[in-house]
């Protein structure tokens, strides 16, 4: 597998550290509100990354982090009159609705900031004993100048680089580029006690705490969105190695941005839509599709022409499926003589698929070759076909669309016993010339998103929502 590298700015063969073991961390949301349709990007994605290195063989530890100590959460709980404590178990739970609503299996570990805190002071006092930050006014500060790397990962020169997101310009620092490790609490926050004082940790370096706990001092790989670059994960790599002494992450992957309607994404614009809000319009699973049908490092587009698309697309996937059930109940135990040309059919797409998949995961490339793979069993099942032949297909179809997280919330056994019944009363009544009461149920049947196909092995039922 070849893994684009943001650090080398290409393509790399991926080798871990360990062979046959992988360990990935990924950032986590901030839990002072719901999640919104561009943090679902890397959630799902970097879901299907750990799945795929699972389905090729390898052993998988993947972390991802909650912050639950942030001015984020500070203000949403003053506002409310809470307990930042209660606004993150809040969100931390709503988050995992999403989650689980998104088809993203959770993570071995999700360790919070909160729950690192001997360790980040660990950290912070080991770079302040090396001479790699400084104490100012109960802050310390992270000495940007004497790590002479910084910048390796945005590939900007340090001299061009300013301060950015969250690494606030103060007099009190030595030069604008330092960024907080711990900030002294303000009167009515929560804090820590520390060598410096009452406190809390910055946002850095939360991260570098949870590797170095759950993953070690070295990891595999390290993801998050294209906006985490700088200064979030450039940070990291100054914190990180100075501690040490070591690489960071051998490998870092980016996702890239979510437009709406060919506008970035923003409150101020009004085009901003939690996951959530589309979730109650489309469904989750649309979401999902939508996140995987461009590749991870492409910007992507969301509109209500584009999810509808999804949609679609997923109907055909979830009828291929419902297909090859039926195909199933026709089936016959001798072999035909065209079955083995048909799986070995199959078979090559889902060689194309990992060879897809190979080249740093393009996702989209892998959808259409799972659509290559619907084509070929559609067309073949149009007959009763051997019992061998039918699932082979469902078997190589459900590992693709297991891979790629799709098809996660297909119709559970008891609505299908209820249609099926449905469809039996439905044929009692024409053999009794019933046409009414037929017609009835159809009708019925189609007002719940079922359509109803009679073929010459009996009716064949297939959803429309």
């Not at 993947?62 to 506002?79: G, P, R, S, W, Y």
């Not at 299996?105 to 980040?120: G, L």
């Not at 100012?136 to 300013?162: A, C, Q, T």
Request: aromatic share 10%.
């Amino acid at each position: 597998m070849r893994i684009y590298n943001t650090l080398s700015r290409k393509k790399e063969e991926f080798v871990p550290l360990e062979p046959g073991k992988v360990r990935i961390y990924a950032c986590g949301p901030t839990v002072y509100n719901y999640i919104h349709i561009g943090n679902a990007r890397p959630i799902c994605v970097f879901d299907v990354l750990r799945r795929y290195l699972e389905y090729r063989g390898y052993e998988v530890k993947f972390v991802q982090n909650f912050t639950d100590i942030d001015d984020k959460l500070i203000k949403k709980a003053n506002e409310e009159g809470i307990t930042v404590a209660e606004v993150a178990e809040r969100y931390i739970a709503e988050y995992k609705k999403d989650a689980e609503g998104l088809g993203v299996r959770p993570a071995n570990v999700h360790p919070r900031a909160t729950e690192v805190v001997d360790k980040i002071i660990e950290i912070v006092s080991h770079l302040v004993e090396k001479g790699y930050a400084y104490e100012s006014n109960g802050d310390v500060y992270f000495r940007v100048h004497k790590f002479e790397d910084y910048g390796k990962l945005s590939h900007m020169p340090i001299e061009d680089l300013e301060a950015g997101s969250r690494v606030d310009v103060s007099e009190i620092k030595e030069d604008p580029l330092d960024f907080a490790l711990w900030k002294a609490a303000k009167p009515g926050e929560p804090y820590w006690e520390s060598p410096w004082g009452k406190g809390r940790p910055g946002w850095h370096i939360e991260c570098t705490a949870m590797i170095q706990k759950h993953l070690g001092e070295t990891i595999d790989i390290h993801c998050g969105g294209q906006d985490l670059t700088f200064p979030h994960h450039e940070d990291e790599i100054a914190q990180g190695e100075c501690c040490t002494g070591k690489p960071y992450a051998r490998y870092w992957m980016h996702n890239g941005f979510i437009n709406v309607d060919n506008q970035k994404m923003s409150k101020s614009l009004g085009n901003f839509f939690t996951v959530r809000d589309v979730a109650e319009k489309f469904g989750y699973e649309p979401i999902k599709y939508l996140m995987l049908s461009s590749h991870y490092r492409s910007p992507i587009n969301y509109s209500y022409d584009i999810i509808t698309q999804c949609i679609a697309a997923l109907q055909r996937l979830h009828n291929c499926r419902d297909h090859m059930d039926f195909a199933l109940t026709t089936a016959v135990d001798a072999a035909g003589e065209g079955d083995a040309a048909f799986m070995k059919e199959i078979d090559q797409c889902v060689e194309k698929f990992v060879t897809v998949m190979d080249d740093d995961l393009n996702t989209a490339d892998g959808i259409t070759a799972l659509f290559d793979m619907v084509k070929i069993i559609n067309t073949y099942l149009t007959e009763p076909r051997s019992k061998e032949a039918v699932n082979y297909a469902i078997r190589r179809f459900d590992e693709l669309t297991d891979v790629l997280g799709l098809l996660y919330n297909r119709k559970t056994e008891d609505l299908d016993a209820e249609i099926e019944d449905l469809i039996a009363q439905r044929q009692a009544a024409r053999a009794a010339k019933n046409f009414a009461e037929a017609d009835r149920i159809r009708d019925e049947l189609k007002a719940r998103g079922i359509e109803l196909k009679d073929t010459p092995q009996g009716v064949q039922w297939t959803r429309t929502k």
